[in-house]
């Protein structure tokens, strides 16, 4: 469904944005039957730069850059991006799988959580940066760890919460 058009001239050419078929059926059924559209949301933001990833040495997955407090994502354990009491950054999780599907990019999460509704629980994998420090190198291990996380509605978004 075409949406809007920016034409530098003014006429009807130029640059189309549409949403995706899909996207306004689910959107149109839902609104039909239930006068609302809720989502589920995780209460993280997320590191979706492929320059970035590349030079934090991120192969697969999605950094998460901040768990917002009181979240049931912050409940859970996730844990985001910090600054260690020496000043060194310290990486987050990095989520590389929603129950079967393969997160690459952050959009990848939006439709691994799509179809389920509040009151669902689902796998969040993800792969935990544990710092080893050999002969005075700081290295990395990733250690793979497995949320079960209910998704539940509030009274203006859905946010994640654990069991």
Not at 115 to 121: I, L, N, R, Y
Request: net charge neutral.
């Amino acid at each position: 469904m075409a949406t809007a058009i920016y034409s530098p001239s003014g006429a009807s050419a130029g640059v189309g944005f549409a949403i995706p078929s899909d996207t306004v059926k689910f959107i149109v059924e839902t609104l039909i039957e239930n006068g609302q559209v809720v989502r589920p949301l995780l209460g993280i933001t997320m590191l979706d730069s492929n320059q970035a990833r590349q030079a934090l040495g991120i192969t697969k997955g999605i950094l998460i850059l901040d768990v917002k407090p009181g979240t049931p994502a912050a409940r859970s354990g996730l844990k985001g991006l910090k600054r260690s009491s020496n000043g060194m950054l310290e990486m987050g999780d990095i989520i590389t799988q929603v129950e079967s599907t393969t997160i690459e990019k952050e959009g990848d999460i939006f439709k691994a959580i799509e179809p389920f509704k509040p009151g669902d629980v689902i796998k969040v994998k993800i792969n935990r940066p544990q710092f080893i420090d050999v002969e005075g190198t700081a290295q990395v291990l990733l250690k793979e760890k497995v949320f079960e996380i209910e998704l539940v509605a509030s009274d203006d978004s859905a946010l994640i919460k654990t069991k």
